[in-house]
């Protein structure tokens, strides 16, 4: 009889252990899916609601170096589109993500991960050695590349980053012609995926902020990755 | 003394950069600047205020710089997310009112440098508008954005980083 009730007694702790466990487990899975899938709101308009895998694609800089994809990973970086010709939006926003990078300094350890990339789409004006030169005058980070029209289309239409060249007016110079282009900044995540967007008007606050929020968001939620499996 | 020197000059500058040529004229130019851009950059934008204090509107017709080969009056326009800049005939500021011309928007536009231009450089530049009077103005080159700027040059600025339009 004491055996007896014994063993009882140990069938029940041993479905309660089940349950408990269980119950620990629904509970983890669902706090580990709250915090980690959805980004804090102050955040969550400037990331895709999917990371975006990016394919390959060859862009040239100065000094014969390329940058493709390998070059974006293990690195978050900072991409916009533009032409040097530009007077206005070019050296405006190359100004602000200069100054958001100098903020970012504040944190060594995100400082160290990023990257500036400046893609002319004006290739007939803007070649590699000039985009060096231009860039290095906003920040030390930033690397400048060009490409032909279907170098530069293998990217900029991953990103959905349009551009137009316009023809030149009459009776102007050959090289007065107008470009459009698309104003984002875009962040690429160390996976080489398209990760977030800024779009205008930025701020270098804005953009430091977001970049460090997103930056800590995205290891939390790498490392619960790990935890799970 | 050397730093009181210094400092009456930095000051005198500073008046000159103001630029407006007063002279019994209801036209005012306010802050008159230069974006700051690497030496291989033929192509700059201006940006300044110009205030009509009179009871007429006042028209901007034209601008015209020594040290540039062309300089238009320019608007950057966003659809969307895609920027382009739109070439303007002319600018009317209404009677006692102001059009600011800011990073992102308004601007003129200055191409075809002569020479490189350095932080601290002044542009002249004359304005000139429909009533035919002409204003002369000294626009003066710094970066729109300070601190973020690989060390060329430390200075004071008045907050042009939070333009929106
Ligand atoms: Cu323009």
Redesign the pocket.
């Known amino acids: 009889m004491k055996n007896q009730s014994g063993a009882l007694t140990k069938k029940i702790l041993a479905l309660l252990l089940v349950i408990a466990v269980a119950v620990t487990a629904v509970i983890g899975w669902r706090l580990g899916k709250g915090t980690s899938v959805r980004p804090p709101a102050e955040i969550e308009d400037y990331l895709f609601w999917q990371a975006k895998d990016l394919t390959d694609f060859k862009l040239m800089g100065a000094d014969s170096k390329t940058l493709g994809l390998n070059d974006l990973k293990g690195k978050w970086s900072f991409i916009f589109f533009g032409y040097t010709h530009c007077?206005?939006v070019c050296p405006l926003t190359l100004g602000i993500l200069g100054k958001a990078f100098k903020l970012m300094e504040k944190d060594p350890a995100a400082f160290q991960e990023v990257q500036g990339i400046f893609i002319s789409v004006d290739p007939k004006r803007d070649t590699p050695e000039l985009l060096k030169e231009y860039v290095s005058y906003f920040n030390n980070k930033f690397t400048g590349v060009t490409g032909d029209a279907a170098q530069l289309d293998a990217l900029a239409r991953q990103m959905s980053a349009l551009y137009t060249i316009h023809p030149k007016e009459p009776g102007k110079s050959e090289d007065s012609y107008?470009v459009s282009h698309n104003s984002t900044v875009f962040l690429v995540d160390p996976q080489g995926r398209l990760y977030g967007r800024f779009p205008p008007p930025q701020t270098p606050q804005e953009i430091a902020e977001v970049f460090l929020k997103t930056r800590t968001f995205y290891n939390e939620r790498s490392k619960k990755r790990w935890n799970l499996f | 003394m050397e730093s009181f020197l210094k400092t009456l000059t930095a000051l005198m500058l500073g008046l000159a950069a103001l630029g407006a040529s007063a002279g019994g004229t209801d036209i005012q130019i306010q802050d008159p600047w230069v974006q700051a851009a690497p030496p291989n950059v033929k192509v700059v934008?201006a940006y300044l205020e110009i205030k009509n204090n009179g009871d007429k509107p006042q028209i901007l017709t034209n601008a015209s710089s020594p040290a540039f080969d062309e300089v238009?009056i320019?608007q950057?326009v966003m659809h969307g997310n895609m920027v382009h800049?739109e070439q303007l005939k002319e600018l009317t500021i209404p009677p006692h009112a102001s059009v600011v011309l800011n990073p992102g928007g308004l601007?003129l536009?200055l191409t075809g440098a002569k020479k490189p231009l350095n932080i601290g450089d002044q542009v002249p530049m004359t304005l000139t508008f429909h009533s035919g009077q002409k204003i002369e103005a000294k626009a003066i080159v710094r970066p729109g954005q300070t601190e973020g700027m690989e060390d060329h040059q430390h200075m004071n600025h008045s907050g042009h980083e939070t333009h929106k339009h």
């Open positions: 007077p206005d107008l | 934008a238009g320019h950057s800049m601007h536009m």
